[in-house]
């Protein structure tokens, strides 16, 4: 059906020049009212967005393929992720899935016998891309894994900064079963999560990991029971946001950055970024408070 307000396309080419600037300005003012209903406002097909109460929910909704990614998917979650990062009144965001699966792998339809070398790094380039944004954002992600997460399921875990899984999330990186290696990071996070011992047996062995396992070796921080997977992660991101933003942000970039630094450098921006802190107004209020043993009130500057 015609939205209403879209012009029927006249015979002539001199009307039909005309039908589409007059189209074009229908369509770039209904544009228009989305942005207005809230930065985050997008026609999406395979993620939800939504923001509430300064948290932004994203979530893969392809439950039918247990919501593998396809290109589609990865386009999507960059454009909303950007969106994001640059919405101020953003605080935090929490990923999950709909259904059974939180991310169950890359989306067959789109694998090829006879990839070349080539479309394989640009996949891999792009995946890495997405998931770089995930890990550089400056605000707190947690992963909700709501049940299967396997191949870019795990890696896009690994990405976020806190892991929430369901008692029947399942984990694993089982490229190698199908001749080849993981290529969304996961070589490069797991190790630098759980020991490159561990690391080394599940991309070895591309067997599977259980909720219960995932707790143990320190893949996962908390396992809650899957109708209060929601719940829990909310209460973890509520708990995060009482905190101040600038110290919260600033937290995650000191780890972040100081993976790959030596400790020195990684010490010395420590001191650095706390004499920034300083003079910020959360970090006079914060102190204040605590003398005047009441709750700060953060401003987020």
Known sequence: ??????????????????????????????NDKKESRGGLSMDYQDIICE?????????????????????????????????????DSV??????????AFIAGNDISEIRIDAKGEETIAMSTQAHRLF????????????????????????LA?????????DKAVFGLPEVTLGVAPCYGGTQ??????????????????????????????????????????QQADAMM?????????AVRTCKRLVTQGQAMALADGLKLEAELNGMLAETQDAKEGVKAFFEKRAPVFRNR
């Open 132 to 155: 770089d944004k995930f890990e550089a954002m400056d605000k707190p992600i947690i992963a909700a894994v709501n049940g299967y997460a396997l191949g870019g399921g795990t890696e």
């Open 189 to 230: 996070r797991l190790p630098r999560l759980v020991g490159s011992g561990i690391a080394k047996e599940m991309l070895f062995t591309g067997r599977k990991v259980k909720a219960a396992e995932a707790l143990s070796i320190g893949l996962v921080n908390k396992v809650v029971p899957g109708e209060e997977l929601a």
């Open 238 to 246: 509520r708990d995060i946001l009482k905190n101040a933003p600038i």
């Open 91 to 100: 605080l935090g965001v929490i990923i999950t899935g709909v259904g059974r």
């Open 1 to 30: 059906m015609k939205p209403e307000g879209l012009r029927q396309m006249p015979q002539t080419w001199h009307g039909a020049c005309i039908y589409s600037l007059q189209n074009l300005e229908y369509i770039r003012k209904q």
């Open 158 to 166: 690994l990405a976020c900064d806190i892991r929430i899984a369901s």
């Open 51 to 87: 923001v509430r109460d300064g948290v932004a929910y994203l979530t893969i909704n392809r439950p039918e393929v247990l919501n593998a990614l396809r290109m589609q998917t990865k386009e999507e979650l960059e454009a909303a992720i950007d969106r994001i990062a640059a919405d």
